[in-house]
């Protein structure tokens, strides 16, 4: 009788309280080990203790809650649970990834922006466009030039590999589709890479990767210099060439971008990696060169600009790029965008560009064509 008592309870104990023996585990077999969950993640510390709290029920949601976030245990947990919704139901436990076909991952708000399901309607994308167009004007012929860049979607340009859900519900009346309408109209100079979406066999390389969230390397660097051009057309300058179709190296040793939604979906075991390209670019600078200075205020796609260093060989060292009309790079002494005098760092510009992710269209300018509106009309 005492033996079943104590199988009853060493059983229990294995069951409820695995945080404290299976780190014990982990240290003595590194096979049950597991790395640091991927994603964003806001730490919760254990609360301090008051009766009030207590009495609200506020101190026990935020203990569970810092318990959570802090278990030794979670990484393992959590990749083996997604994993098994991964094998058994073909789903993610990951709240932002979607598995497609072909072991493609995609995010859900780009699978969202593609069938048109965060949609802010042509009156709002039309007064956005008109905006431009005022504000333009107000900059007159010998102020900077606005140029926007619409990147699509990896769902737009791979959709081929979308679950059926999404791809039979690509939308014409979608934020990225109106917007390219509308500006094309106006006469806002614009870019959105719509060759991108075409004939894939015009290109050596695929330009989009299999588990990343963006554009890839090699796809970053084909429009950066369809904008190159574009902004030595506006200006009338030759901006320096960029050399790099012969130095393409392909490996599935993927950089962090072209991971990143395989980073988020936190499972235990990765499927096979295709191999993407990513080129070496080459600069060529010469007398007649220009490198004009520009004012950046955009998002992601443009951060990968930027850390690939496009920025540094396109344009004049005085250029500035705003994340989300926010964080500054390359940094100002800790300053914020919105800190700094609008008027005097926009006219000292010759271009001021736009690029914004078909998601951030729906808060297109990150509030600064309002703010610098109001500053010219002043």
Known sequence: MRLRYLLFFLVLALITLPEYYLPV??????????????????????????????????????????????????????????????????????PRVVYGNNNYFYAIEYCEAFAGMDYIGRSAIKFKVQQLQRIQQLLGPDGPQLLVVLPPGKPRVLPEHLPAFYREREADSSNWRVFSELLELSGV???????????????????????????????????????????????????????????????????????????????????????????????????????????????SYYKIWYDYGIQQGLFHPESSFWYYYGTIFPPQGGQHAQSLPILEETLRRDIILLPHAEINLNNFGFGYLDRLEEALIR
């Not at 976030?69 to 094998?87: C, E, G, K, T």
């Not at 499972?267 to 007649?288: N, T, V």
């Open 25 to 94: 585990l982990q240290r003595a077999f590194p096979v049950l080990q597991s790395p640091a969950l991927g994603g964003s993640f806001e730490r919760v510390d254990y609360p301090r203790f008051w009766p009030q709290k207590w009495l609200t029920g506020d101190y026990q949601s935020q203990y569970e809650q810092a318990r959570r976030n802090q278990s030794p245990i979670a990484p393992f947990v959590v990749r083996h649970r997604n994993q098994l919704l991964r094998d058994v139901f073909g789903d993610s436990g990951a």
């Open 189 to 299: 100079p614009f870019l959105n890479f719509d060759f991108l979406i075409g004939d894939k066999a015009q290109f050596p390389y695929p330009t989009y990767p299999q588990f990343g969230l963006h554009w890839n390397y090699y796809g970053a660097t084909v429009a950066a210099d369809s904008m190159r051009l574009k902004i030595g057309q506006l200006l009338g300058k030759e901006l320096p060439a960029m050399q790099y179709q012969k130095a393409v190296k392909m490996t599935d040793s993927l950089r962090s971008t072209d991971k990143e939604l395989l980073y988020g979906a936190n499972i235990s075991r990765e499927p096979a990696a295709m191999p993407m390209p990513y080129p070496e670019i080459r600069y060529q600078k010469d007398s007649i060169s220009y490198l004009p200075k520009v004012l950046i205020i955009g998002d």
